[in-house]
């Protein structure tokens, strides 16, 4: 085991400090990794605040993690040192159930774990994350980064981008289909991103008029302004597919009336209780709700190479660690344009 610094919260809602923590030595299938960038999620600070009843502390967040091999184990065959990789939200699952063999770890019958979070088979107590100086994962949860790509801004892809990409790759959007993204964040700028590189028409769907403009040039065709009325009433029953990001409560039925007959609405942003559903707009077009969570390790790989493609990223603002406080405090009160990434070694420098 060797000790390093890390970035976390001790108890319970705590302001985050530098904590050390340790890291396994490397085993046969292993890939020691130099955190390079860390991404900040809004899920990290759900977990710091154990807003979902499942943390265990010391938190140390982070799951949208780029950095550089410094070392493998004896049978890693896919990397090798100095390589650019990435890990995201996962580090491990059974591999044994049907999701794990479809490649939907994220839906591991027996849990999948967790970047953090999770449990560590190997040390006990949770698994740490990203807010670290290093990490030492299983190839098969390790990522290559296209190398055209401006590397700090692949970060947020891990998390942000595969949460956009796999609902828009399960439910086949194509070009020429229109497509709503609802929330303008940083799970719904990616959401612009990749529906407009798939050739869709992008209607950015979104409460506030001032965001027009970053809207459309981040690849949106129109922007909808969700609290005009007679603008939602002119185009009900006219969207093919809506990719839903709002990161809170709120009331899904207006959007429910956009959509065709047959048409889905997916769910990426709330993870907690949405305010009730008039079923009759369900019925009286037949449409759906759904959700989505993340992407498996085969689809996330595929979503980076089609971003290597597209030249896809993450629009970002760079910080040292040491204000990450700060930051989160922005990112509750959506002050950011659109995802905040850690310059990690202003960590290994304090």
């Known amino acids: 085991m060797s000790e390093i610094k890390a970035y976390g919260a001790e108890v319970v809602g705590a302001s985050l400090k530098e904590i050390a923590i340790k890291r396994r030595d490397v085993l046969a299938k292993d890939v020691k990794i130099k955190i390079i960038y860390c991404g900040i999620c809004h899920s990290d600070i759900h977990f710091v605040n154990n807003d979902w ?112 990409y796999s609902p828009l790759m399960h439910w086949k959007v194509k070009k020429g289909d229109k497509v709503g993204v609802i929330g303008l964040g940083g799970l719904g700028h990616m959401g612009i991103k990749f529906a407009h590189a798939l050739g869709a028409h992008v209607v950015m769907i979104t409460t506030s008029p001032e965001k027009a403009q970053d809207a459309k040039k981040l690849g949106a065709d129109e922007v909808l302004i969700s609290k005009d009325e007679k603008a939602m009433e002119a185009q009900m029953g006219t969207f093919d597919f809506l990719l839903n990001t709002v990161p809170v409560r709120h009331d899904i039925n207006p959007y429910l009336m956009l959509l065709k007959r047959d048409a889905t609405m997916v769910m990426v942003g709330a993870i907690e209780p949405i305010d009730p559903v008039h079923s009759g707009l369900l019925v009286l077009g037949r449409k759906t709700v759904a959700g989505s969570l993340i992407g498996g390790i085969k689809e996330t790989q595929e979503m980076l190479d089609f971003c290597g493609k597209h030249n896809i990223v993450s629009d970002v603002e760079m910080i040292n660690m040491q204000d990450v406080n700060q930051a989160y405090k922005r990112v509750q009160s959506s002050d950011v344009k659109y995802r905040f990434v850690i310059e990690m070694d202003s960590l290994r420098q304090s």
């Open 53 to 164: 009843g499942m943390s265990v502390y010391p938190v140390i967040p982070g799951h949208e993690i780029i950095g550089k091999v410094v070392e493998v184990g004896k049978e890693v065959t896919k990397f090798k040192k100095d390589d650019w990789v990435g890990v995201g939200c996962l580090v491990d699952s059974c591999r044994t159930c049907a999701s794990c063999k479809d490649h939907l770890e994220q839906y591991c019958e027996n849990g999948f774990v967790g970047t953090y979070g999770g449990t560590d088979k190997y040390l006990g107590g949770p698994t740490f994350g990203g807010y670290s100086e290093m990490i030492v994962v299983d190839e098969d949860f390790v990522l290559s980064i296209p190398e055209n790509l401006d590397i700090k801004a692949v970060a947020p892809l891990l998390c942000a981008g595969i949460t956009t």
